[in-house]
């Protein structure tokens, strides 16, 4: 069974930077798939990026795509969302989930993806 730690949330200002990280323990396969998810108060939970364990492609949803970048680690079984420019728009709580498919695609869909971490509270606000 997969687990995932999520790190690095907190507060920062407008414009200001985070880099949250997502450890994965457990047997990751080279047709995985990391997402970065996250949920606000009130709101449904929306798909922010995603990045394939074989080969590094990625995609962003429209609102990060610019300011956000994901990477990752793969002998650390680690990805990484380094999150700049932040906006208070971006406040949520951010999710690590993993996508197991039999062919390697990338996803913002939530319901695509089989393991999820706890979250990370993200705010910003002056």
């Known amino acids: 069974q997969l687990q995932l730690v999520e790190s690095g949330g907190g507060l920062v200002q407008p414009g200001g930077s985070l880099r949250l990280s997502c450890a994965a323990s457990?047997?990751?396969?080279?047709?995985?798939?990391f997402g970065w998810f996250r949920q606000a108060p009130g709101k449904g939970r929306e798909g922010v990026s995603c990045?394939?364990?074989?080969?590094?492609?990625?995609d962003y949803a429209d609102s990060v795509r610019g300011r956000f970048t994901m990477s990752r680690d793969n002998a650390k079984n680690t990805v990484y969302l380094q999150m700049n420019s932040l906006k208070p728009e971006d406040t949520a709580v951010y999710f690590c989930?993993?996508?197991?498919?039999?062919?390697?695609?990338?996803?913002?869909?939530?319901?695509?993806?089989?393991?999820w971490g706890q979250g990370t509270q993200v705010t910003v606000s002056s």
């Open positions: 989930a993993i996508m197991r498919p039999w062919i390697p695609t990338l996803s913002l869909t939530p319901s695509a993806y089989d393991f």
């Open positions: 457990g047997f990751i396969l080279g047709r995985d798939v």
């Open positions: 990045i394939t364990v074989n080969d590094g492609r990625t």
